[in-house]
């Protein structure tokens, strides 16, 4: 079984410009989350989908931050006009039931 | 105070030794899930957990629920084991509340 795609996997770019990442989760996974890690923290959670419907975006900076899972499959994390703080890991998970999850490798970013 | 409490916050360890990592939360929960996270940074599921005790090769994870802790256990470590762990709870709102990380070095 194929396990959650991502990339890409290393990103640098400078303040202010924009980056996008892309999930693609386990086949027939309903529910995809996007998670912000921080050096030397835990996962923090931006946004939850399920399906193409949104159920979770109650943390996510939607001043710059966007998501979308247009078909209720893959989806794309952008961050526009991106701020040094924004440098982290982001994760992608999925999950077909309420006690699995799943996660990708990560995609890390580096602002500068 | 964090809902999900993880300690030691580092620890090291020589090869053959017993490691406890220990994880206290303050919610009610539905589950409580273990998680592997190597310098990578990919996660990758160990346990999870509603109730007694699990058992997958060297690792052992318990819990208990009426004091809200839940302990990860790796008997002979090996330096493969180092990496950061990660206990997390799937709160009542169905929400995955994490722990900080225990970050675990083995040496030969």
């Known amino acids: 079984e194929a396990g959650v795609a991502q990339s890409p996997r290393y990103k640098i770019i400078e303040k202010r410009q924009s980056v996008a990442f892309w999930c693609n989760p386990i086949?027939?996974?309903?529910?995809l989350y996007w998670y912000q890690q921080i050096l030397g923290q835990g996962p923090k959670l931006l946004i939850q989908?399920?399906?193409?419907?949104?159920?979770?975006d109650s943390q996510l900076p939607k001043d710059r931050f966007s998501a979308e899972r247009l078909k209720g499959v893959d989806s794309t994390l952008k961050i526009q006009p991106a701020k040094l703080e924004d440098s982290a890991v982001y994760l992608c998970?999925?999950?077909?039931?309420?006690?699995?999850?799943?996660f990708g490798e990560g995609s890390w970013l580096t602002v500068v | 105070k964090n809902e999900v409490e993880q300690s030691p916050q580092n620890l090291t360890a020589q090869e053959g030794e017993f490691i406890t990592i220990n994880c206290s939360y303050s919610?009610?929960?539905?589950?409580l899930h273990w998680l592997q996270q190597h310098p990578g940074g990919g996660i990758v599921s160990l346990f999870m957990?509603?109730?007694g005790k699990k058992k997958h090769g060297r690792l052992i994870a318990t819990i208990n629920i009426q004091e809200k802790h839940s302990s990860l256990h790796i008997t002979a470590s090996h330096p493969r084991d180092s990496a950061v762990y990660i206990c997390?709870?799937?709160?009542?709102?169905?929400?995955?509340?994490f722990g900080t990380g225990t970050r675990l070095q083995v040496f030969p």
């Open positions: 998970a999925s999950s077909f039931g309420p006690n699995t999850i799943y």
């Open positions: 086949s027939g996974h309903a529910t």
């Open positions: 989908f399920q399906n193409n419907g949104v159920v979770d």
């Open positions: 919610v009610g929960i539905s589950a």
């Open positions: 957990l509603s109730s």
């Open positions: 997390a709870v799937r709160g009542n709102t169905d929400k995955l509340i």
